[in-house]
């Protein structure tokens, strides 16, 4: 009744090392149909786009590129992109290191407080420097303002690999004759690498999509351009060759990082878990540096938080609509939550074959996760209209669509947080848990979910705040009379009253916040118990 | 308690084979080692028995219970091994208690009392189950896996290199441990190792793994006595390796007259003398041929003395007591006590 052990396996070769136990594999068949599945779930919106393309054909095509128009855009686009990548992953790194190896004095207020931004949507942070200053419009203010607003997606991940690296290493270094900083960058970088280069590559997908932030600054980009397209001339074709352009600009990210990315695995093997590493003294540059992040502290937290403050207490549009403000609250508070599982349910088999049978198929399969999330809000929105007009009608119009397109536009924040957490816990210790007698079923309830439980907490917090916080999709794909608290805000912000938005940006960043807070902490816990 | 029989087991990743067909029987309540090489095939036969990787063909059993044998095979779950892998693999995020009683069903009582019998097994406190692995050292940890692997009363034991992340110290100390709580237990066990020492004082039955065949499958003295080649000889101790001439029951060679086992091959061959089997006695003693001392490398307990053998060579050792080891350029006798082995010549 059972078929002999294949050795090469559907996912490429794996050495000795590597697990080939046949319990696994039958269950690895199920996890490759699943993952397949979410896959291509996640590449509707890109085959939307190029279903699209072809349809127009080649001759209208180029047309519709080679307009001065979008060089102007490509330029604004590839410079803010790259800018903000560069800046975030020094940011975050250099943050990490501070909060994680460095005696720096309330190093636990740090961590909460540079996870922080990710509860105010860029949206808001820009609100927040406008609504303050005009001059802030343009590329200088962009930057700044989406740095300040996206280096956390560096921070985490950083301080999160910071904290389990093996101490043996750096003190290996140190004995072989270098100093601490030729140690940190050859010996701590090329460990952090893919902590950095996820968390940069997170960074710039997620600058390629980025709409309300960008459009208030009035700096336009392929994203906003499009938005543009749609809602004011409805010009379906011209808007979707951007979209193709902009798909183009995600895939070269994805192969600059593809390439980089070694081979190692990244699990453990060693004894049961790592030592602490001890930290290092700052002395005489305790001050500075506590300065420093002060400073980034104000610029990314105080700024917005100010802001709406301000308009709270002093707008003379400010008022109270306690039941708008409760019934879109409820809204958002639920499709969060909804999206939260189901994204993290959906990554599960992707970041699974990723870690344990790395191969080209599964590679495959994660990169064509991340598509979605390049590809702006409004075309993943617009592409899940067509498909389901078409194709599945009775779920137009209903929440389940709108949780599609998070899940969509999510996956990879998931899909990061999930792989990562699933390097923590060695297939060794599902052998030893098989031997002891427990089934699968048993082993992931009891060994496998357990240790990759703060990963998954952290993935689905992360969801969680991107959902409570989008703006774009939600605009399209809501349901008639559904206002969530992003579109209510936006809607006020459009027509300029700031007093009458603050409200809704202020609550949106209260729900945003305990989910930020887990997410710095869970994974902390580990090392303090 | 059950034997363990292994017949014919292959396995190959990819194109290349890992194990060519391996016979093994394990008695009941015995201890064997599988000793060779890193990369000869003994961790994938060990993952093989506990049910981690199937094998490309063969028979395992237990007992009289096949657990894998014409392409069916019982889950690792419901095989019954305890196992044991190199550094522990404790789960991280449970107490020294809870990584213990892992194995057990939720409903046993005298859950508490085993624990702490096991604990004791090992040779650790009652008080250990509260900690966490990262709280234990390695030997420690390696006992907390072996009581793990314990608790469910396996039918076999599977210890997978567990010593060698171990400094020399404690891997003597845990070793005895871990076999005193095997033989109190009277589990069937399997130990693999690379380490001939560790293999040799363990085990009632050592095998010698070779490019995935067992090359010799033996009690340990007789092993160590008689090996069946020259490669098996050198990997499990010192050897000297003589040309010789055999007539009866006495082999000619540079160490003079060697008394050799009745029915070895006549004429030309090869002898293998263990170091220890030469005697150093005072310059022209009779019954030794001439050797000079060349260096001496001075152990404590035992010494080893490296000799040029007069006139004109080879340099053999002698492995002494410590306290007797003549200083280097002294001229001495040697003579080789007790029986060589005979193998026929090799043409290396």
């Not at chain 1, 351009?225 to 183009?248: C, H, K, T």
């Not at chain 1, 070694?262 to 878990?273: C, D």
């Not at chain 1, 498909?387 to 669509?401: A, E």
């Not at chain 1, 603050?502 to 869970?522: C, D, F, K, N």
Request: charged fraction near 15%.
């Amino acid at each position: 009744m059972r078929r002999r052990s294949r050795t090469g396996g559907p996912t490429g070769p794996r050495g000795p090392a590597g697990p080939t136990g046949r319990p696994r594999e039958a269950a690895s068949a199920l996890v490759l149909v699943a993952g397949t599945a979410v896959a291509l779930l996640a590449l509707i919106p890109l085959l939307f786009v190029v279903v699209y393309t072809v349809v127009i054909g080649p001759h209208e095509a180029w047309a519709l590129l080679v307009r001065p128009r979008i060089g102007e855009l490509l330029v604004n686009t590839t410079r803010l992109v790259l800018g903000c990548m560069v800046l975030s992953t020094a940011l975050g790194t250099a943050a990490a290191w501070l909060v994680e190896r460095s005696d720096l004095p309330a190093r636990r207020l740090w961590h909460v407080l540079l996870a922080a931004p990710l509860a105010v949507p860029a949206f808001v942070n820009s609100f927040g420097w406008v609504s303050l200053t005009p001059k802030v419009e343009g590329y200088a203010g962009a930057l700044l303002i989406v740095t300040l607003s996206y280096f956390p997606l560096v921070y985490l991940p950083v301080a999160a690999m910071l904290r389990g690296l093996d101490p043996a290493l750096e003190e290996t270094a140190y004995a072989l004759g270098l100093g601490p900083w030729r140690t940190f960058v050859r010996v701590v970088v090329p460990q952090l690498r893919p902590a950095m280069l996820g968390g940069g590559l997170l960074v710039g997908i997620h600058l390629l999509a980025e709409f309300g932030a960008l459009q208030m600054l009035r700096f336009p980009t392929f994203t906003t351009a499009i938005y543009d397209q749609y809602r004011s001339s409805f010009n379906g074709p011209a808007a979707n060759m951007i979209a193709s352009v902009l798909v183009l600009c995600c895939l070269v990210l994805l192969m600059g990082e593809l390439r980089l990315r070694g081979h190692q695995r990244y699990a453990r093997l060693g004894r049961g878990s790592a030592r602490p590493a001890p930290r290092r003294t700052l002395g005489r540059l305790t001050l500075p540096a506590t300065l420093a992040m002060t400073g980034l502290v104000l610029l990314s937290l105080g700024v917005p938080i100010g802001s709406l403050v301000h308009w709270l207490v002093v707008g003379s549009s400010t008022a109270f609509p306690i039941g708008s403000l409760a019934s879109t609250a409820a809204t958002s508070l639920g499709l969060g939550l909804g999206a939260a599982v189901l994204t993290t349910a959906l990554a599960m088999p992707v970041a699974w074959l990723a870690v344990r049978h790395r191969g080209t198929v599964s590679t495959i399969l994660e990169r064509s996760t991340y598509f979605a999330n390049a590809l702006p809000g409004i075309v993943v929105a617009l592409a899940l209209v067509t498909v389901s007009i078409r194709f599945v009608r009775p779920v137009y119009q209903t929440s389940l669509l709108l949780l599609t397109a998070y899940a969509i536009m999510f996956l990879p924040r998931a899909v990061v947080s999930v792989r990562t957490a699933l390097a923590q816990a060695p297939p060794l210790l599902e052998d030893v848990s098989h031997s002891l007698g427990h089934g699968p079923l048993a082993t992931l309830r009891r060994v496998t979910l357990p240790l990759i439980a703060p990963g998954l907490g952290a993935g689905a917090a992360l969801v969680f705040l991107a959902v409570v916080t989008e703006l774009t999709a939600t605009l399209l794909l809501a349901p008639i009379g559904t206002a969530t608290l992003a579109t209510q805000f936006w809607s006020n912000t459009a027509s300029a009253a700031y007093g009458a938005a603050a409200p809704y940006g202020a609550l949106m960043v209260l729900i945003s916040a305990p989910a930020t807070y887990l997410l710095s902490t869970e994974a902390r816990r580990s090392v303090t118990s | 308690m059950t034997s363990l029989s292994i017949r014919g087991v292959a396995k190959a990743y990819g194109a290349t084979p890992v194990l060519r067909g391996v016979d093994l029987e394990v008695p009941a309540k015995s201890i064997t080692a599988i000793l060779g090489p890193s990369g000869c095939g003994k961790t994938t036969l060990l993952r093989i028995i506990a049910g981690f990787t199937d094998p490309d063909g063969g028979v395992v059993k237990f007992g009289d219970q096949t657990v894998y044998g014409a392409g069916r095979s019982v889950p690792p779950q419901r095989r019954r091994v305890g196992y044991v892998p190199q550094e522990g693999a404790l789960f991280p995020h449970l107490d020294v208690a809870a990584n213990i009683s892992f194995g057990l069903s939720r409903s046993r009582s005298r859950r508490a009392e085993r624990i702490h019998e096991l604990l004791s097994l090992v040779g650790l406190d009652a008080a250990m189950g509260a900690r966490f692995p990262h709280e234990l050292s390695g030997g420690q940890q390696q006992r907390v896996a072996l009581a793990r692997a314990l608790a469910p009363s396996p039918a076999v034991v599977l210890l997978d290199e567990p010593f060698s992340s171990l400094d020399a110290g404690l891997r003597e100390g845990t070793g005895r441990a871990v076999v005193h709580a095997l033989r109190a237990t009277g589990a069937t066990a399997l130990l693999v190792t690379h380490d001939q020492s560790e293999a040799l004082s363990l085990s009632d039955q050592v095998a010698v793994m070779r490019q995935g065949r067992l090359a010799q499958t033996d009690r340990p003295l007789a092993l160590y006595r008689s090996p069946v080649d020259v490669g098996v000889a050198t990997f499990v101790g010192g050897a000297i390796l003589l040309p010789a001439t055999v007539r009866g029951l006495t082999a000619r060679c540079a160490l003079g007259d060697v008394a050799v086992a009745e029915g070895s091959a006549e004429g030309l061959g090869q002898v293998l003398v263990r170091p220890e089997q030469l005697e150093i006695l005072p310059e022209g003693a009779t019954g030794g041929v001439p050797a000079r001392v060349a260096e001496v490398s001075f152990y404590g307990h035992d010494a080893a003395v490296h000799l040029d053998l007069l006139p004109h060579g080879p340099r053999v050792v002698a492995r002494i007591v410590g306290m007797d080891a003549p200083p280097p350029a002294t001229l001495v006798s040697v003579m080789a006590r007790g029986r060589a082995t005979v193998y026929a010549t090799s043409p290396a």
